[in-house]
């Protein structure tokens, strides 16, 4: 096992929950920041205020990008930039930036007001200026902003991880390996390229636009659907068990049902997988 290996299997694991952490750590200690400079600038300009409220006018903001983000993430996944996308996928997250615009000045005036209420206080949107005129430019920036730390921290992830790859036709001479149904996947990984046998995959799992290729305990993103791989792999050894799983009944060790129809799969290495009833039937029909 590589160095680091470990770390990253745990972080792999409960990446969401990391993620979550570090961006509400993020809002937290940049808001406390922004609001010292507020109150900075409030004692120097001498402008009246109630202590509370340089807290409502940041926070208040902080928590309506909060909530923008998985509606973000969900944008971006199905509309990913890219080299044959550029053009109009640009296009499109640039009237993104616009709808962003719109939300961010009306959910924060809304959730403010609400704030101010529960103090039996008015809350004028002239004390802080805002609009979308005045904001447009700052919330855009702030949309591509978070656009482009989440494309590095892809980027980043999959550089620690390993991405994998189905082989092309070459250009000249014949194919290393089956185009159709290939022994082999290349994993590109810090800049290294090395191959997985087939046969190696113990199971496979969906997650977004990806399959994660199941090997010894590690996940090889490939880029692609479960319909395209379960193609490409052997059915003789690789059976749907799941919507979002696909399993290597070499690496299958016991099937537990239970009460709901649906059944659980324990392979060699202890991994449980979930078969749904839709599915169960099948997989017994082919091991018997």
């Not at 983000?69 to 996928?89: E, G, K, M, Q, Y």
């Not at 656009?147 to 590095?152: D, E, G, R, S, T």
């Not at 070459?170 to 990984?189: A, I, N, T, W």
Request: glycine share 6%; net charge positive.
């Amino acid at each position: 096992m590589q160095p680091g290996q470990p770390a990253l299997t745990h972080y792999l694991r409960y990446r969401h929950w990391y993620e979550a952490g570090a961006v509400v750590l993020y809002a937290l200690i940049t808001g406390f920041v922004n609001i010292g400079a507020n109150i900075t600038e409030l004692r120097h300009t001498h402008l009246p205020y109630l202590p509370w409220e340089p807290y409502v006018w940041e926070y208040s903001s902080a928590v309506v990008v909060l909530a923008s983000l998985p509606a973000i993430v969900l944008f971006d996944h199905r509309l990913p930039i890219s080299w044959s996308t550029c053009r109009i996928n640009m296009a499109r997250h640039f009237i993104a930036t616009i709808v962003f615009s719109f939300y961010k000045v009306g959910a924060t005036i809304l959730l403010r007001k609400l704030a101010y209420s529960t103090t039996g206080s008015h809350y004028d949107p002239n004390i802080v200026p805002s609009g979308f005129g005045y904001d447009y430019l700052p919330n855009a920036r702030q949309y591509l902003g978070i656009l482009a730390l989440i494309y590095c921290y892809r980027f980043i992830l999959s550089q620690l991880q390993g991405e994998a790859h189905t082989f092309t036709a070459p250009d000249v001479g014949p194919p290393v390996d089956s185009l159709e149904k290939p022994q082999r996947f290349m994993v590109r990984k810090l800049g290294k390229e090395f191959l997985i046998a087939a046969n190696e995959i113990e199971w496979l799992e969906a997650q977004g636009n990806y399959v994660n290729l199941r090997v010894r305990g590690r996940a090889y993103p490939l880029r692609s659907t479960m319909t395209a791989v379960q193609a490409l792999l052997d059915p003789e050894k690789f059976v749907r068990v799941h919507r979002s799983h696909i399993v290597n009944l070499d690496y299958l060790l016991e099937i537990e049902p239970l009460d709901t129809g649906d059944a659980r799969l324990k392979l060699r290495d202890g991994t449980l997988v979930g078969c749904s009833r839709t599915y169960r039937d099948a997989l017994r029909g082919r091991l018997a």
